[in-house]
């Protein structure tokens, strides 16, 4: 008898449609997985078989074929354990085919039949739910992340047996939904800047970054702040919105990667180390999973020490930073990753780390200084938008029992300079001045003349690229947004300028 069950599989982070096929016919018993199946799943007739017979159920002594349709996609993982095993019943007669009608099922088996938590819940649901599927049934251990998802029912059990009593007409309540933008999210991220002691520049400009999305490279000798600085820049950064929740929280589903909660609820920080691979930080891999870049969607990545990352892990970053997107290609597939991210980045001036310092004498040959910079590649440099000098702080500084200004009121006015920033752009798909494409700087990043004689002053006598250009004209205008100005004016310019001139004094 042939019985057919709904299940969905994941290609990158979008959840696409599997037909479960079982038929099963006189022959050697055993059973037979094709369709691309990858070892995960292929080792499902075995579970399947296990959890059957140890949940009570019936088992043919025949010859079971399953195909995942369609038969030419790679199939990988065990989410498929469960819609194997109801359609074995439905085959046997041991369901009937209108239970399993209009419903996806997703689920790996243990071999006592209980249902384990799979990846990818959040995403296979929104598939389905835009497929015009009525219904879901997954694991309980998904529940969470499944509450996020309205417009289809969708019901979780702890094992197989629950499963089948539901679909026989007992009752149960589906999971109860959840309206992202309603989660607590009082638990802010990062340290809180009220604990950086002096470094005022650099406060300020950790404070325009994050006001406009903008990249950002800290460089000074060590013990300044970089890093803590780094840290604190998630306790200023705005809240997420619903999208952006929902948008983040499929990335982190495939990756296995969600907590208890179920919903990213706050803006990501990742910080690999510079050992890490090439793949580890794009994505990759036979599963061509997300990378580090994309698991900083809609967060910060932090790279620290970045000379010390090799120059050829660090030149992949171009193409992701400037269009936000990465993707994966692999001989048997090609996926397509969202990686809009800030870059957050720190380094010393020089091997030893003291050029520039006011309390340790630096022991490099100018040589050695060009060496470790160009380490760095100018197109790179030219792709992140601010570069600051973090120096030494002083004793007074440091023993100073008063605390700064606390992240709180900071964030107050990029929260400010956002809510600008969103009006002037609407629904066009812009979400901060970083983002701004030519025709956006074209319509809001309008020069006076006094303003445009300080660009072309800095274009002459820096050698600016044209990109580099365009970064100066959109930290301006995120300059302007938390000065309350409609305008550009001469002063916002002098300001961003200056934070394009670090990395040509060091070259």
């Not at 990756?255 to 920080?269: E, N, Y």
């Not at 910080?271 to 691979?277: E, Q």
């Not at 340790?360 to 100018?366: L, M, R």
């Amino acid at each position: 008898m042939l019985a057919r069950v709904n299940s969905y599989g994941l290609g990158g982070i979008d959840g696409y449609a599997v037909s479960v096929e079982i038929d099963i016919n006189n022959g050697l018993p055993g059973i037979e997985i094709v369709g691309l199946p990858d070892t995960a799943t292929k080792e499902s007739k075995e579970r399947v078989r296990s959890a059957l017979k140890n949940s009570g159920f019936r088992l043919s002594p025949k010859r079971v074929t399953v195909n995942l349709a369609p038969a030419d996609t790679r199939k990988e993982g065990s989410a498929f354990d469960l819609p194997i095993a109801l359609g074995m019943l439905l085959a046997t007669e041991q369901l009937r085919p209108s239970d399993t009608e209009g419903t996806m099922f997703v689920g790996e088996l243990s071999l006592n039949g209980s249902l384990n938590k799979v990846n990818g819940v959040l995403p296979v649901l929104l598939a389905a739910k835009a497929d015009g599927l009525r219904r879901a049934v997954i694991p309980a251990a998904n529940a969470e992340e499944a509450s996020f998802v309205s417009g289809i029912e969708v019901y979780a059990f702890g094992d197989l047996r629950s499963v089948t009593d539901f679909l026989s007409a007992s009752a149960s309540s589906p999971v109860p939904v959840r309206d992202p933008s309603e989660v607590v999210r009082g638990r802010a991220g990062g340290e809180d800047l009220k604990y950086v002691k002096g470094q005022y520049a650099a406060r300020r400009a950790l404070e325009i970054a994050a006001a406009g999305g903008h990249n950002i490279l800290m460089i000074g000798p060590p013990g300044g702040g970089k890093t803590m600085l780094a840290k604190c820049l998630p306790s200023i950064l705005p809240d997420m919105t619903a999208e952006e929740m929902l948008e983040t929280t499929k990335i982190h589903s495939v990756a296995g990667l969600l907590g208890s909660d179920g919903i990213v609820c706050r803006r990501p920080f990742r910080s690999p180390h510079h050992t890490a691979s090439r793949i580890a930080l794009t994505g990759g891999g036979a599963s061509a999973r997300p990378g580090e870049i994309s698991l900083a969607h809609n967060g910060v990545l932090f790279l620290d020490e970045l000379p010390e990352y090799p120059r050829s892990t660090l030149e992949i970053l171009r193409q992701p930073v400037e269009d936000g997107r990465i993707t994966i290609s692999r001989a048997a597939r090609t996926v397509d990753y969202p990686a809009r991210f800030m870059l957050v980045a720190s380094m010393n001036p020089c091997p030893c780390g003291n050029y520039g310092s006011t309390v340790a004498e630096c022991t490099c040959t100018p040589s050695q200084i060009a060496r470790y910079i160009s380490r760095l590649s100018g197109p790179l440099l030219d792709r992140i938008d601010m570069h600051i000098e973090v120096g030494n702080v002083t004793y007074d500084e440091l023993s100073s029992r008063e605390d700064a200004e606390d992240s709180a009121s900071v964030k107050a006015r990029v929260d400010d300079a956002r809510t600008v920033q969103r009006a002037r752009f609407g629904e066009s798909g812009v979400h901060c001045n970083a983002q701004m494409s030519s025709a956006d700087m074209k319509n809001f990043c309008a020069t006076d003349a006094e303003s445009e004689k300080l660009l072309r002053s800095a274009f002459m006598r820096l050698g600016l690229s044209a990109r580099a250009y365009g970064r100066v004209l959109k930290v301006a205008r995120t300059i302007a947004d938390l000065d309350h100005s409609e305008r550009i004016c001469k002063k916002h310019v002098a300001e961003a300028v200056q934070y394009r001139s670090l990395d040509r004094s060091l070259r």
